[in-house]
C-alpha cells in the first residue's frame, strides 16, 4: 500500500481493531497522511473516527493494528509518547486550565525555560498575525481562542502530526476562516494534519484529501479532488445489503385522522443552542429529528422535559401549556425523556434493576413506604415484556449488556405512562439484537397511541422508524420531511447542512 | 519575576486585613500602635505557617485537616528535645520529621490507597492527637532553656525574627509557585486533571509532595507555637486547622483547586488571627470569636461558590450560542457574495 | 438490591466477628467487661456518637458529609439549658427547643450543601465554628460561667439519661428507637429509596423527577436533628449544660460511619453496618478504659481504624463481584473527598 517514492508518510496506520467490551468502534482502518496533506476524516456519529484519533494520541491502545511514523512503528501508550513523536491532538473541548494565563498554559509541561517558550510563542503568533495575548487568563478566553492556545501547543512541541478534532464546532465564521489560513500555513511548514468534521463544505474548502469512516472501516479515501459532494455523501451511506435490511421492516405507518389534534406541539421554542423550533407530533406517529453533532437536538429535546432553561416559546402537551414546567411537571403530566448519555444520565449502576426500572413512580406506586410487591410486579412484568436478559430483579444494573440496560431505562420512563415520549440516540452503543428489540418497542408504542419524538444520528434509523422528519443544523430546522418524502440521502444531505 | 496581584483575591483579602485593621483602630486607637501591630503579626506568624502549607494541599484539589495534630506533635517532640538538652538542629529536625512523615503517610493514603482525603487527614489527626499525649505521657512539657523561649523575641534590623521569616518562606513560596516550572504543577493538578495527564504532570508525586509541604509547614508552626508560647500543653494545636483551612478560604484559595496563593493565604491568617485580638480591643467579649470567624467563612465561600456557577453557567450559554454567531456570519458572507 | 445486600451482609459479618472478638479480648483481660449489667451501662458513653452516626449515614450516602455534628450537641445543650434556667420556661418546651435547634442548624448546613451547591465539607466546617460560636455566645450573654455550665435539672429530665425501664438504661432504648426509626426510614420507604439513588448518580436521579435538592438537604436536617437529641442525652447523662460538649466527636462519628460500610463516594451502606460500627467503635474506647489503658491510646486506635477501614474498603471493593459503578456524579460531594 505504501509506494516507495518518496518520503515515508508521516503516518501511517495499518488494520486498526479496536472494541469496547462488545461494541466493535474500529473494524479494520488503514490510512496514511503524508507531509502537507489535510486529510479531512468524515463520519456519522460512532463511525469510530474520535476513537482512532485517541489511538493515534496515546490516549487508547489498539486491540489490534500497527502505527508507524515516518517509516517506524512505534507504540504509544500515553500521550506523553504520542507527544514525544510528534502527535498532538487538539482536543474538541479544550483542556486548558482554566485559572492560568495563556503562557501558563503553554509552557507548562515542556522542558525549556519559560523565558524560552515565551519567546517562541510570541515568534509563532505574530508570524500566524493573531490577536492573542500572552497574559489573558485562559477561562476568559472565547472557545476559538482556547482552540488556538491549544493548537499553539501542538506547535510548540514542534508537532509534525497535528489531529484537529471538530475544530470549528464552536467557532464563528470569522474565527474559522482565522484557522483555515493557520492550517495553510501549517501545510507549507510540512506539518500533516487530521482534520476530523462533518461539515462536508469544510472538505472542500481546506483539505487536501478526505477519508470516510463508516461503521469502523474506511468507505471512501483520496484526493479531495476526486470526489464532489454527492460520491461523499453515497460513502456515508449504508452498504446495500444493510439498506435492504432496513427497509425489509415492514413500518406501520401512521394515518392522521383529519381533524386530529397533535400531543405535542413546540410554537417557536428557543433556548441555548437552538433557536425557533416549531413542530407537531400527533398520537401513534414517530416525528424523527435527525441531524449531526452539534445540531442542537439534545438541547431542544433536555429543554422541553424540562432540563435547562427556554428563553422562548411555548411547548403545549395535549393542549395544555406545560412551558416552564420542570422534570417533575413534565413527567406527571405524561412528558418523558431518555436521555441521550446513558451512562451518565440515566443509569444507576450499582442498584437493582427494580429500583432503577420504579426510581421514577415511586410516589405513584406507594405513598411511604416502598411498594416492594407493586415494584416486583411491575419489574416482573416489563421483563418479559421486553426479554430483558437478567439473572433476576435484584442483579446490579451495571452488570447488564448495554442494551438490556436500555431497556431497563425504556421500561422504567414507560412505568410512568407518558402520553409523549422524546427518544434521544436510543439504540447508541447496544448491539443488533437488542437494536431490533427496542424497534419492536417503538411500534408497540406507537400502536398504543404514543406519540413519540426521536432524536437520532443514526440516519437508518430514523427512516426505519419514522413517519415524519424534520432535520436541525446549526441549532435550527433546516428540512421537513413528510410521510412520503423520507429517503436517505435527502436525510444525509440536510443534515451535513447541504440543503 | 515578582509575584504579580492580578488575582483579585489576594487583593481583596489584603485589602480587608488593611481595612479590618483602620476600623478596629478608629474604634480603639491603641490598636494601631506599631507595639499592638507588631504583637499581632506575632501572633499570626503560626497560623500563616499552617496556611501556607494548607494551600499546596488545598490547590491540587486536597484538604489535610490534620494540620493542627501535627502542630501539636511535632512542638511535643520539638520542647521534649530541647528541655532534654539536645542541639537545636535535632530540635528542628525532630519537627520537621514528625511533619514530613506525616505528609507522606499522608499523601499515600490518598494516592496509593484511594482513601478520600478528609477521612485520611482525619485518621492521621485521630492518631497523631493521641500518639502526642502519650508521648508526654500526659504531662505539659514545661522548663525549656531561655534561649529558646527568647528566639521568639529577637528582632532583625527592628522586625520580629519569626514574622521576618514567615514573610521570607511565603515569598519564596509565593516565587515558586508562580515562576518555577514544577511550581505551576499543583494548581494544574487541581485545575484540570485531565489537562495536566495530558501534557504530562506527574499528577502522584506532586499529589504527595503537596501533602508533604503541610506537614512540613505544620512543623515550623509547631516550632513557633513552643517559641512563642514557653511550653506545650495537652491541646496544644487543637482546632487550629479550622483555622488554617478558613484562612486559606478568606485569601482566596478555593476549595476547588487550581486557584489561590500562599500570599492570600497570609493575609488570610492575619485576619483571622486578627479577628481574635480584635474582638479585645473592640471591647467585644471573646465569646463572639467563632461566630464571627464561621460567620466570615461561610459568607466568603458562599460569594465564591455562586460566582463560579455563574461564571460557569454564563461559558456555556456562550458556547452552546456560537452556532447562530456562526450561521448568520456564513449568511451575511454568502449575501456580500452573491 | 438483592446482591447489594448479599456483598454487604457480608461487610457486616466482618463487623459482628469483630464485636465478638472485641468482647471477647476484652472479656478476657478484665472479666468485668463481660458482666451484661456493666456493658448496658457503658452504653451511656458512646451512645451520641452512634446515634449521630446512624443519620449521619444519610448525608454520607447523598455524597456529603457533616462535621459539625459535635457542635449541635453543645449547642443545644446550651439552648435547653439557657431556655430553662434563664428564661424559665419549663424542660419540656425547653427540650422541644433544643431539638427544633439541631433540625435548624441541619436545615442551615443543607440549604447551602444542596442549593447554594457549596461544598459539604466547607459548609459544614464553617456551620462547625458558627454554632460552637453560638453556643459560646449564648452562654456569655446569658452570664452563665462557661466553665460551670448550667446544672441542676429537674429528675424528669436527669431521667432521660439516668433512668431504665426494665432494666435496659433508657439511652439503650432511645438508641434502639432511633435505630429501628432509621432503618425503616432509610430501606424501607420510598424516601429511604430516593436517598440512595441520588447518591448513586444525581444526574439520573434528577431526569427521573427525584427532586435531588430537597433530599439533600432533608438528610442534613436528619443528622443535625440528631445531633441534638444526643445533645439532650448527654445533657442529661453529665447533669449540665456546657457549650463544649461533644466537642471532641467528630472523628469517632465519621469512623464508625465508614467502618459501618458507608462509601464516602455515596450510594452504598446500610444502617444495621452502622449501628454495629458505632458500637464497635464504643466498645474500644468502653474496652479500653477497662482494661486499665490511658484513654489518649483510644483516639490513636480510633483514627488507625478509620484508615484502616477506609483502606480496605476500597481494595475491596476494587476487587469485589461488584460490577463497576456507572454514573455516580459529582455535584454535591465533601470537599477533598471528590478523589475518593
Known amino acids: 500500500m505504501v509506494e516507495q517514492n518518496g518520503p515515508a508518510p508521516l503516518v501511517e496506520v495499518e488494520g486498526m481493531v479496536k472494541s469496547f467490551g462488545e461494541n466493535a468502534v474500529l473494524r479494520d482502518v488503514s490510512l496514511a497522511l503524508r507531509r502537507s496533506d489535510v486529510m479531512a476524516v468524515v463520519g456519522g456519529n460512532g463511525a469510530g473516527k474520535s476513537t482512532l484519533m485517541k489511538i493515534l494520541s496515546g490516549i487508547y491502545t489498539p486491540d489490534k493494528g500497527s502505527i508507524r511514523i515516518e517509516g517506524r512503528e512505534v507504540s504509544l501508550h500515553t500521550p506523553s509518547a504520542a507527544h514525544a513523536m510528534g502527535v498532538y491532538l487538539v482536543p474538541q473541548e479544550p483542556l486548558l486550565f482554566p485559572n492560568m494565563t495563556v503562557e501558563e498554559n503553554l509552557s507548562l509541561g515542556l522542558d525549556e525555560s519559560r523565558a524560552d517558550v515565551r519567546r517562541r510563542a510570541v515568534a509563532l503568533i505574530k508570524r500566524l498575525d493573531w490577536p492573542l495575548s500572552m497574559s489573558r487568563q485562559a477561562n476568559s478566553l472565547s472557545i476559538a481562542e482556547q482552540q488556538l492556545v491549544e493548537i499553539l501547543r501542538g506547535l510548540l512541541r514542534s508537532a509534525k502530526v497535528l489531529i484537529l478534532d471538530e475544530p470549528t464546532s464552536s467557532l464563528t465564521f470569522a474565527e474559522i476562516q482565522s484557522l483555515f489560513k493557520l492550517i495553510k500555513e501549517l501545510r507549507a511548514e510540512g506539518v500533516g494534519i487530521f482534520y476530523i468534521t462533518h461539515r462536508l463544505d469544510e472538505v472542500f474548502e481546506i483539505a487536501t484529501h478526505v477519508a470516510i469512516l463508516r461503521d469502523g472501516r474506511v468507505t471512501l479515501e483520496g484526493p479531495v479532488g476526486d470526489f464532489t ?22 413500518k406501520t405507518l401512521h394515518r392522521n385522522a383529519p381533524d386530529a389534534k397533535p400531543a405535542l406541539v413546540l410554537d417557536r421554542v428557543s433556548g441555548y443552542g437552538f433557536r425557533d423550533i416549531s413542530l407537531s407530533v400527533y398520537p401513534g406517529e414517530v416525528l424523527g429529528i435527525a441531524g449531526v453533532v452539534g445540531a442542537g437536538r439534545t438541547e431542544l429535546a433536555e429543554a422541553v422535559f424540562g432540563i435547562g432553561k427556554l428563553v422562548g416559546g411555548r411547548v403545549l402537551l395535549e393542549g395544555a401549556d406545560i412551558t416552564g414546567c420542570g422534570v417533575r411537571g413534565s413527567i406527571r403530566k405524561g412528558l418523558n425523556y431518555i436521555p441521550e448519555d446513558r451512562r451518565r444520565n440515566g443509569l444507576f449502576g450499582a442498584a437493582s434493576v427494580r429500583a432503577n426500572m420504579t426510581s421514577a413512580v415511586l410516589d405513584t406506586l406507594g405513598r411511604v413506604f416502598l411498594p416492594v410487591f407493586r415494584e416486583r410486579k411491575l419489574t416482573s412484568k416489563y421483563i418479559e415484556e421486553f426479554s430483558i436478559n437478567t439473572t433476576g430483579q435484584e442483579q446490579s444494573l451495571g452488570a447488564l449488556s448495554g442494551g438490556n440496560q436500555q431497556k431497563v431505562i425504556i421500561s422504567r420512563i414507560l412505568a410512568t405512562n407518558p402520553k409523549v415520549l422524546i427518544l434521544d440516540e436510543p439504540t447508541r452503543g447496544i448491539d443488533a439484537g437488542a437494536r431490533g428489540d427496542v424497534y419492536r418497542i417503538i411500534d408497540a408504542l406507537k400502536a398504543e397511541g404514543l406519540a413519540v419524538l426521536l432524536v437520532s444520528s443514526d440516519m437508518e434509523e430514523i427512516l426505519a422508524l419514522s413517519d415524519r422528519v424534520v432535520t436541525m443544523y446549526n441549532g435550527t430546522i433546516n428540512r421537513e420531511f413528510g410521510p412520503g418524502e423520507i429517503a436517505l440521502d435527502g436525510l444525509m444531505a440536510a443534515s451535513f447542512g447541504v440543503c | 519575576m515578582l509575584p504579580s496581584f492580578r488575582m483579585k483575591r489576594e487583593f481583596n483579602a489584603l485589602l480587608f486585613a488593611v481595612l479590618l485593621f483602620v476600623g478596629i483602630g478608629s474604634v480603639n486607637p491603641v490598636f494601631l500602635t506599631v507595639r499592638n501591630i507588631a504583637l499581632t503579626l506575632q501572633g499570626s506568624v503560626m497560623y500563616i505557617f499552617l496556611a501556607a502549607g494548607m494551600t499546596f494541599v488545598i490547590l491540587t484539589g486536597d484538604i489535610d485537616v490534620s494540620v493542627g495534630a501535627v502542630l501539636g506533635m511535632s512542638a511535643a517532640v520539638a520542647a521534649t528535645l530541647v528541655r532534654d538538652g539536645y542541639p537545636l538542629w535535632a530540635v528542628v529536625g525532630g519537627a520537621l520529621l514528625v511533619g514530613g512523615g506525616t505528609g507522606l503517610l499522608n499523601g499515600v ?12 487527614t482525619l485518621g492521621t489527626m485521630g492518631i497523631l492527637r493521641g500518639a502526642m499525649f502519650i508521648y508526654t505521657d500526659g504531662k505539659w512539657v514545661e522548663n525549656l532553656p531561655d534561649f529558646f523561649k527568647q528566639a521568639c523575641q529577637i528582632c532583625v534590623y527592628g522586625i520580629n525574627l519569626f514574622v521576618l521569616a514567615a514573610v521570607v518562606v511565603v515569598f519564596l513560596m509565593q516565587l515558586y509557585l508562580t515562576t518555577a516550572r514544577r511550581g505551576k504543577y499543583f494548581a494544574a493538578v487541581g485545575d484540570n486533571l485531565d489537562g495536566a495527564v495530558l501534557v504530562g504532570v506527574p499528577v502522584v508525586r506532586i499529589r504527595i509532595a503537596a501533602f508533604v509541604v503541610s506537614g512540613l509547614c505544620s512543623a515550623l508552626a509547631g516550632l513557633v507555637y513552643t517559641s512563642q508560647i514557653g511550653f506545650v500543653g495537652n491541646v496544644a494545636g487543637n482546632g487550629t486547622e479550622m483555622t488554617a483551612i478558613a484562612a486559606c478560604v478568606i485569601g482566596g484559595v478555593s476549595l476547588a483547586g487550581g486557584t489561590g496563593s500562599v500570599a492570600g493565604a497570609l493575609f488570610g491568617a492575619v485576619i483571622m488571627n486578627t479577628i481574635n ?25 458562599l460569594a465564591d461558590s455562586l460566582l463560579h456557577r455563574y461564571l460557569e453557567e454564563k461559558a ?14 456564513r449568511r451575511a458572507c454568502d449575501d456580500a457574495r452573491a | 438490591m438483592h446482591v447489594l445486600k448479599r456483598y454487604l451482609l457480608r461487610w457486616e459479618s466482618v463487623l459482628v466477628l469483630l464485636l465478638i472478638a472485641e468482647i471477647a479480648i476484652f472479656g478476657r483481660i478484665n472479666p468485668r467487661f463481660l458482666n451484661t449489667r456493666v456493658l448496658l451501662y457503658s452504653v451511656n458513653d458512646f451512645v451520641c456518637v452512634s446515634i449521630i452516626s446512624l443519620f449521619m449515614a444519610f448525608v454520607v450516602i447523598t455524597g456529603g458529609i457533616d462535621i459539625s455534628g459535635g457542635s449541635i450537641i453543645g449547642l443545644t445543650s446550651v439552648v435547653v439549658g439557657v431556655l430553662w434556667k434563664q428564661a424559665g420556661l419549663d424542660i419540656v418546651s425547653a427540650s422541644f427547643a433544643g431539638l427544633a435547634t439541631g433540625a435548624l442548624c441541619g436545615a442551615f448546613n443543607g440549604f447551602l450543601v444542596a442549593f447554594a451547591g457549596v461544598q459539604a465539607m466547607v459548609v459544614t466546617l464553617g456551620g462547625m465554628m458558627f454554632f460552637s460560636g453560638l453556643a459560646l455566645v449564648l452562654v456569655g450573654v446569658s452570664g452563665v460561667s462557661a466553665f460551670e455550665g448550667i446544672s441542676g435539672f429537674p429528675d424528669g429530665f436527669m431521667e432521660i439519661a439516668g433512668g431504665d425501664l426494665w432494666g435496659v438504661p433508657n439511652p439503650v432504648l432511645i438508641f434502639a428507637a432511633l435505630f429501628a426509626v432509621a432503618c425503616v426510614l432509610l430501606h424501607c420507604t420510598n424516601y429511604g429509596r430516593r436517598v440512595f439513588l441520588v447518591g448513586i448518580n444525581p444526574n439520573a436521579a434528577r431526569y427521573s423527577g427525584l427532586g435531588v435538592r430537597s433530599v439533600v438537604m432533608s438528610t442534613y436536617v436528619l443528622s443535625g436533628l440528631a445531633a441534638s437529641i444526643a445533645g439532650i442525652v448527654l445533657t442529661s447523662y453529665l447533669g449540665g449544660a456546657r457549650s463544649d460538649l461533644g466537642a471532641e466527636l467528630t472523628l469517632p462519628i465519621v469512623t464508625a460511619v465508614v467502618l459501618g460500610g458507608v462509601s464516602i463516594t455515596g450510594g452504598r451502606g446500610t444502617v444495621v453496618g452502622v449501628a454495629i460500627a458505632g458500637v464497635v467503635v464504643g466498645l474500644l474506647r468502653f474496652g479500653l478504659q477497662m482494661a486499665g489503658v490511658s484513654s489518649q491510646y483510644i483516639t490513636v486506635g480510633t483514627g ?23 454514573g455516580g456524579g459529582d455535584n454535591i460531594k465533601g470537599g477533598g473527598a471528590r478523589r475518593g
Open chain 2, 316 to 329: 456555556r450559554r456562550k458556547r452552546l450560542n456560537a452556532r447562530f454567531a456562526r450561521a448568520a456570519e
Open chain 2, 109 to 120: 493514603g490518598v494516592t496509593f490507597l484511594r482513601i478520600p482525603a478528609i477521612v485520611m
Open chain 3, 304 to 326: 488507625m481504624l478509620l484508615v484502616v477501614s477506609a483502606a480496605v474498603r476500597g481494595l475491596a471493593f476494587r476487587v469485589s463481584l461488584l460490577p463497576r459503578r456507572s
Open chain 2, 277 to 301: 485580638s480584635a474582638l479585645v480591643f473592640l471591647k467585644v467579649p471573646a465569646y463572639w470569636n467563632n461566630t464571627i470567624s464561621g460567620l466570615l467563612l461561610l459568607t466568603m465561600v
Open chain 1, 229 to 250: 459532494r454527492e460520491l461523499l455523501l453515497q460513502g456515508l451511506l449504508p452498504s446495500e445489503s444493510r439498506k435492504g435490511s432496513a427497509a425489509a421492516r415492514t
